[in-house]
Every structure is written in structure tokens, then in C-alpha cells.
């Protein structure tokens, strides 16, 4: 993997290394795991959130850098920068995500994914689909080397397709060697040039339109060979 870059919204700081950046991701992706299977109805969010930190703090990760996100039910509609409403029950046949930023020695990592407990069709559709739209997305961007702005814009046509609408307050994000706002803190959906491996995270948060629930994934943006 080539990841040599010129443009100044993908430069990185003086720690970045790959080995580095992929261990963030793969302990980010084990914690995410782990905080599922904790996750039972009747839980309460709030709960959650703090059963979330210390799952990460008891695998040794510096808590976040942005704040820690479990959502359950209704609460999964909202745009990550708005509160949950507080005080929301996981029932028994309900969808949840989560959406950590744990910080791994000197490295970022972040990652989101759906869970369905129980029996909904509707709700267990909307996580897959979240799941697969950002496979879609990365595929092309690995394909045809489009623009961060034509990825996202792929990404709304396919949504509107699958029947949900995407929410474009999560429009990706970069990632690096702490802290990557001190280098670039716009968004992917709005980089006009082909994203370089290494260097983004790819959001993709569905809305049902009826307004119910949500579903969210997001992982790094990095080539097939990362996913067998």
C-alpha cells in the first residue's frame, strides 16, 4: 500500500506509522465487540455509555477523543453532535449502535457498528444495509479513485435505493497519529480529491424515513484486503 501523499488535508503527524494506525483500528474494533455483548435489554443508555468506558479503560485505551456514543431505539435517529434524549430503555426487540474513538498509545482509532437483539425485520435491514453501504462506498472509492464529495454523493443515491435516508452530519472524518484536528478538521464528504488508505474514517449513518430509527457503521477507509 502506497501511502505517500501531497495534499496538506492528508499530512500527518510526526508519530503516524501504519503498524500504529492499524493497531488502533484493530483494538478499537475488539472493544466495539466486547461492549456489544455486555448490551442486554433493559439496559438503560446511560448504562451503556459508562459500561463502554469501562470496557475500553479495562483494555488499557485512553478513553476517547471524541465522546463515547451508545445509542438505543429512537435515540438512533439523531445526529451524533445532538444529546441523546436521556433516560431510553433497550426492549427487548430493539436496535442500538455504538460509536468510540478510543486513542491507542499515540494513535486515533474509531469505528461504529448496528446491533439487533430480538426479532424486527425492519431494524435488522436497516443494520445490514448500514454495514453494506459502507462496503459499496469503500469498494468504489478502491475501484475508480473518486473524490471524497463523489463518494458520498454515491452513497446518498444508494441509500435513497436501499429506501433510507443518509445523514450527511456524518460525512467521514480524518485520523491519524493524536490529534489529527491539529492537521485537517474538514470533512471526507467534502475533500475534493481521492482519499489516500490510512487517513479516513467513512461514516455512514441510515435513517428510516418515517423517522423511527437509525442505523450507523463507520470504520477506516482502507482497501479489500483489510476485510478478508
Known amino acids: 500500500m502506497n501511502t505517500a501523499v501531497t495534499n496538506p488535508a492528508e499530512r500527518v503527524g510526526p508519530s503516524f506509522s501504519v503498524d500504529g494506525m492499524l493497531l488502533a483500528r484493530n483494538k478499537t474494533r475488539e472493544a466495539i465487540s466486547k461492549i456489544a455483548s455486555g448490551i442486554k435489554a433493559g439496559m ?28 438505543f431505539g429512537s435515540n438512533t435517529m439523531k445526529p451524533m453532535k445532538v444529546a441523546s434524549v436521556p433516560g431510553v430503555m433497550l426492549k427487548e426487540n430493539d436496535i442500538f449502535f455504538l460509536d468510540i474513538a478510543p486513542r491507542v498509545e499515540k494513535w486515533e482509532g474509531d469505528g461504529g457498528k448496528s446491533f439487533v437483539i430480538g426479532h424486527n425485520q425492519e431494524y435488522a435491514r436497516c443494520a445490514i444495509d448500514a454495514e453494506t453501504l459502507f462496503h459499496d462506498v469503500r469498494r468504489i472509492w478502491e475501484k475508480e479513485k473518486l473524490t471524497g464529495a463523489k463518494l458520498y454523493a454515491f452513497a446518498d443515491k444508494t441509500a435513497k435505493e436501499m429506501g433510507w435516508e443518509l445523514n450527511f452530519d456524518l460525512p467521514g472524518h480524518r485520523v491519524s497519529d493524536f490529534p489529527h484536528a491539529t492537521i485537517y478538521t474538514g470533512s471526507l464528504a467534502e475533500f475534493e480529491s481521492s482519499p489516500s488508505p490510512m487517513r479516513w474514517i467513512l461514516e455512514i449513518h441510515l435513517r428510516d424515513p418515517q423517522g423511527r430509527f437509525g442505523a450507523f457503521f463507520e470504520d477506516m477507509l482502507l482497501e479489500d484486503c483489510y476485510y478478508r
Open 44 to 71: 438503560v443508555e446511560e448504562d451503556a455509555v459508562d459500561m463502554a468506558k469501562t470496557v475500553m479503560s479495562e483494555m488499557g485505551l485512553a478513553l476517547s477523543w471524541h465522546p463515547t456514543r451508545v445509542r
